[in-house]
């Protein structure tokens, strides 16, 4: 009987002990009262602020400190506008520490979505991109996002020495490259393919590139090199005709 009595007695203890937990838990001084919003990086913020939050979270986040989902609330903050990146922790007694990274966006995709550093599309206002610099345009179907971006890098980078800006990048269905430079010039790279072709390509460019100026007798605004061993150029009307053959660096 007192094996009995002792059972029925914690049980009654942790009832009360449970009901008072979720009273307690439930009281205003527990309602959350601010949310803090913290950079990832050490730039801080450049497109999230306050008031874009507010909008977009507005109704959007319930609970209390003990009762909010923080997955929840990662989910939200995720859907805000130029958020690549969310952590989310409480704060005793009532705020939330929403520590944000942002996208940086390189260019704007045919579609009117951003393509950001990491290779992702994001949808955001492309005027607000500016800031950041330039946007080079990319075209092409998106699921070549993150291939583009590595050649538009591969590509920026060897052809360096010539002093060439690129400004736009195009893929094809087939994966077949096309870039333009800020002086108007279209370089037809064509396929990877064997694998390492479109470097090969982008060396004989630059190899080439200043003998076909001279020429030519200025700069041509476009270069096919889509040849096995040598490319073809079309130039400015009233220019001097020629062409060039290069042997594959």
């Given at each position: 009987?007192?094996?009995?009595?002792?059972?029925?007695?914690?049980?009654?203890?942790?009832?009360?002990?449970?009901?008072?937990?979720?009273?307690?838990?439930?009281?205003p001084?527990?309602?959350?009262?601010?949310?803090?919003?913290?950079?990832?990086?050490?730039?801080g913020?450049?497109?999230?602020?306050?008031?874009?939050?507010?909008?977009?979270?507005?109704?959007?986040?319930?609970?209390?400190?003990?009762?909010?989902?923080?997955?929840?609330?990662?989910?939200?903050?995720?859907?805000?506008?130029?958020?690549?990146?969310?952590?989310?922790?409480?704060?005793?007694?009532?705020?939330?520490?929403?520590?944000?990274?942002?996208?940086?966006?390189?260019?704007l995709?045919?579609?009117?979505?951003?393509?950001?550093s990491?290779?992702?599309?994001?949808?955001?206002?492309?005027?607000?991109?500016?800031?950041?610099?330039?946007?080079?345009?990319?075209?092409g179907?998106?699921?070549?996002?993150?291939?583009?971006?590595?050649?538009y890098?591969?590509?920026?980078?060897?052809?360096m020495?010539?002093?060439?800006?690129?400004?736009?990048v195009d893929?094809?269905?087939?994966l077949?490259?096309?870039?333009?430079?800020?002086?108007?010039q279209?370089?037809?790279?064509?396929r990877?393919?064997?694998?390492?072709?479109?470097?090969?390509?982008?060396?004989l460019?630059?190899a080439?590139?200043?003998?076909?100026?001279?020429?030519?007798?200025?700069?041509?605004?476009?270069?096919?090199l889509?040849?096995?061993?040598?490319?073809?150029?079309?130039?400015?009307?009233g220019?001097?005709?020629g062409s060039?053959?290069?042997?594959?660096?």
């Open positions: 009987m007192n094996g009995i009595a002792r059972a029925l007695l914690a049980a009654a203890v942790l009832i009360g002990l449970t009901g008072g937990a979720a009273w307690l838990a439930h009281r001084w527990f309602d959350l009262k601010r949310i803090e919003l913290r950079s990832a990086g050490e730039t913020l450049r497109h999230v602020s306050a008031p874009v939050v507010r909008a977009a979270t507005a109704g959007r986040i319930s609970g209390n400190f003990f009762t909010v989902r923080l997955d929840e609330v990662r989910r939200v903050f995720e859907g805000v506008p130029w958020v690549a990146r969310v952590s989310v922790r409480r704060v005793w007694p009532n705020r939330l520490r929403v520590t944000v990274a942002e996208h940086r966006a390189v260019g995709w045919s579609d009117g979505r951003l393509l950001a990491d290779g992702r599309l994001f949808v955001a206002n492309p005027a607000e991109a500016e800031v950041e610099g330039m946007l080079v345009q990319f075209d179907p998106p699921q070549y996002a993150a291939e583009a971006l590595r050649r890098r591969s590509f920026s980078e060897l052809l020495p010539l002093g060439l800006t690129i400004t736009a893929v094809s269905d087939r077949s490259w096309t870039v333009s430079t800020a002086s108007g279209r370089f037809e790279m064509g990877d393919e064997p694998a390492g072709r479109l470097d090969q390509r982008t060396r460019l630059v080439s590139y200043r003998s076909v100026v001279e020429r030519m007798g200025e700069a041509p605004t476009r270069i096919d889509r040849y096995e061993n040598g490319l073809a150029v079309v130039a400015k009307a220019a001097r005709p060039a053959r290069a042997k594959k660096p």
